[in-house]
T-cell receptor
Framework: SQELEQSPQSLIVQEGKNLTINCTSSKTLYGLYWYKQKYGEGLIFLMMLQKGGEEKSHEKITAKLDEKKQQSSLHITASQPSHAGIYLCGADSGGYQKVTFGTGTKLQVIP | SQTIHQWPATLVQPVGSPLSLECTVEGTSNPNLYWYRQAAGRGLQLLFYSIGIDQISSEVPQNLSASRPQDRQFILSSKKLLLSDSGFYLC????????????FGEGSRLTVL
């Protein structure tokens, strides 16, 4: 089965600082998803990457999938308190969008 | 537009009692439906997924079962809860036969005492 390892597990940054979260897969990624979760709530879809070398941006968040399609990074520029939450990467693991998730990265942004 | 409703939001149950969590999707037809569980220190684990009425696959052996009595209704059940069933349960849907994101409900927090 596919395993996703995220690093770091938790992160505390000062408002305005940039940060990067990594997601590494034990197998080739054929669909990589990034989600954000606020504590005690459902997940909000951020971005999906499918092609090696692909990069997508939404507002101040940029996600990349490496050429070998085994690693993805999520970069936040000029972080804000609204960016705080748990970020999870997920991978499509066998059709019907059976998504396997990493253990998550908890982000705190200090004003 | 499509919406997903999940209830109850919070549940406290004694060990050995039954469980029923419900999830309903509106605004779409023939969705894929999913139940995930998020337990402390264990990440988000896929429990069941369904591609159609009465077509349900279990991902991990456990004390839970799922049913899909109608196209847009997904129910998670247990006859006798265990302490280890405690956690945050999330229902999700995706476009049937498509590729793309999962849409999640707000979650149900279950505490088994």
């Amino acid at each position: 089965s596919q395993e996703l390892e995220q690093s770091p597990q938790s992160l505390i940054v000062q408002e305005g600082k940039n940060l990067t979260i990594n997601c590494t897969s034990s197998k080739t990624l054929y669909g990589l998803y990034w989600y954000k979760q606020k504590y005690g709530e459902g997940l909000i879809f951020l971005m999906m990457l499918q092609k090696g070398g692909e990069e997508k941006s939404h507002e101040k968040i940029t996600a990349k999938l490496d050429e070998k399609k085994q690693q993805s990074s999520l970069h936040i520029t000029a972080s804000q308190p609204s960016h705080a939450g748990i970020y999870l990467c997920g991978a499509d693991s066998g059709g019907y969008q059976k998504v396997t998730f990493g253990t998550g990265t908890k982000l705190q942004v200090i004003p | 537009s499509q919406t997903i409703h999940q209830w109850p939001a919070t549940l406290v149950q004694p060990v050995g009692s039954p469980l029923s969590l419900e999830c309903t999707v509106e605004g779409t037809s023939n969705p894929n439906l999913y139940w995930y569980r998020q337990a402390a220190g264990r990440g988000l684990q896929l429990l069941f997924y369904s591609i159609g009425i009465d077509q349900i696959s279990s991902e991990v052996p456990q004390n839970l079962s799922a049913s899909r009595p109608q196209d847009r209704q997904f129910i998670l059940s247990s006859k006798k809860l265990l302490l280890s069933d405690s956690g945050f349960y999330l229902c999700a849907w995706s476009v049937g036969g498509g590729t793309g994101e999962l849409f999640f409900g707000e979650g149900s927090r279950l505490t088994v005492l």
